[in-house]
């Protein structure tokens, strides 16, 4: 099947007088017949479930949807897209171990990494993944190179490919943090990626109604994430594993309108006055055009950002003429949403260093939803509009 057919049919497989659509199995616990029936379930020689925290139905059901998406053997479905994270960096380096980092890396994992890794003696080696070079100098001794397909809240999107080859040439496994691109648009396994990981909150859940996050990789990699996951009880409820399966089957479908749209209202705000910059990949003038081409063809995605002339005051002024969209610090969802990096994502680095990355108090991040291109055109063009 088709990866369209996929995203309507992977996980399920109904049979005959089975429900069409998958009911919830809301329970904490399973029964059984006898001991051998217990012991031969937890052996795997049997198929079922024992104990929520263990497995589910419903959670089964979304990481066997995941994995089929982007061509994973495995998959695991964890409370949050932050538990996923943890889980896969501490089953690839169990141990303390130098790992290297994207800069611009998702502002929770950069903290996990700093604040809670770091003082059990982890090596934090923070590198810009656009310098090759330089990835290439962290890669020694590294347990494993985390990047993100498109980062926030700029839109810069990395060169898995040739990130990938050189994690290979170091043996150095690479993690990529999928949850802006979305298995639709991009499955960094086939680039060379050891492993991936969603916040399913976003664009896999798509409806801003639920918290979850899945890692996909080889079966053994996930089996040993799974045994942490129910040692350390970061499991995911079997109502937002139905929800966020129930958002996956409109992925393809949304992913390509959220795309539409966000290439639609960027080159719409492009040099329009008070706009000091657009930042979207798939716009000619970006500095991504090229590998955003190569890696994203079928588009980027709802995310882009905006830098308003005017600062802090004009974000101001824009949040308070905004009609239609709504300033919210997710992203991902069917309904679009502005964010303030600067307080939002991006609250806990200093000021100088969020210059650094090119992030300025006129940043905005916009999470495009599905309305009608026209009005968010209308709706953001009167909000940023410099006339009182
Ligand atoms: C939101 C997000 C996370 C964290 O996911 P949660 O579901 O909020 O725990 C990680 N990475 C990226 C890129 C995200 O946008």
């Not at 040099?271 to 003038?285: S, Y």
């Amino acid at each position: 099947m088709r990866l369209d057919s996929r995203a309507v049919h992977a996980g399920r497989e109904p049979r005959a007088r089975d429900p069409l659509a998958p009911p919830i199995v809301q329970t904490s616990v399973y029964v059984f017949d006898d001991l051998e029936d217990y012991d031969a379930v937890a052996d795997g020689r049997r198929p079922g479930h024992l104990y929520a925290r263990n497995s589910n139905e419903n959670v089964a059901m979304l990481e066997a949807a995941v994995a089929d998406l982007e061509g994973a053997e495995a998959g695991l479905a964890t409370a949050s897209g932050m538990a996923a994270i943890s889980a896969a960096v501490s089953t690839f380096a169990p141990r303390p171990a130098p790992v290297v980092a994207a800069a611009d890396t998702y502002g929770s994992t950069l903290g996990l990494l700093r604040q809670d890794l770091a003082p059990l003696g982890y090596e934090l080696r923070v590198v810009d993944t656009g310098d090759l070079e330089a990835v290439e100098r962290a890669l020694t001794g590294a347990a494993l190179l985390l990047c993100e397909t498109i980062t926030n809240p700029l839109c810069r999107v990395t060169d898995l490919e040739a990130i990938c080859r050189l994690g290979a040439a170091h043996g150095v496994p690479v993690l990529v943090d999928n949850t802006f691109a979305s298995p639709l648009l991009c499955r960094p396994l086939e680039a060379g990626a050891a492993a991936v990981v969603h916040s399913a909150t976003k664009y896999i859940g798509g409806h801003s109604d639920l918290v979850a996050g899945v890692l996909v990789g080889d079966r053994a990699l996930v089996e040993r994430a799974r045994a942490r996951v129910i040692r350390n009880g970061a499991c995911l409820g079997p109502f937002e594993a139905w929800l966020a399966v129930r958002g996956l089957r409109t992925l393809h479908l949304r992913m390509r309108r959220h795309s539409d749209n966000a290439l639609c209202l960027a080159r719409h705000l492009d040099g329009r006055p008070g706009v000091r910059v657009v930042h979207h990949p798939l716009l000619e003038n970006s500095p991504y055009f090229e590998v955003a081409s190569r890696l994203l063809p079928h588009g980027s995605g709802g995310m882009f950002a905006l830098d308003l002339a005017g600062g802090r005051e004009a974000v101001q002024t824009m949040l308070r003429r905004l009609r239609l969209v709504r300033f919210a610090a997710s992203l991902g969802g069917v309904e679009t949403t502005v964010s303030y990096p600067d307080l939002t994502s991006h609250r806990s680095l200093p000021p100088e260093e969020r210059l650094a990355r090119g992030i300025t108090p006129g940043t905005v991040r916009i999470s495009t939803g599905l309305e009608d291109p026209e009005d968010l055109a209308e709706d953001l063009t009167q909000a940023i509009r410099e006339a009182p």
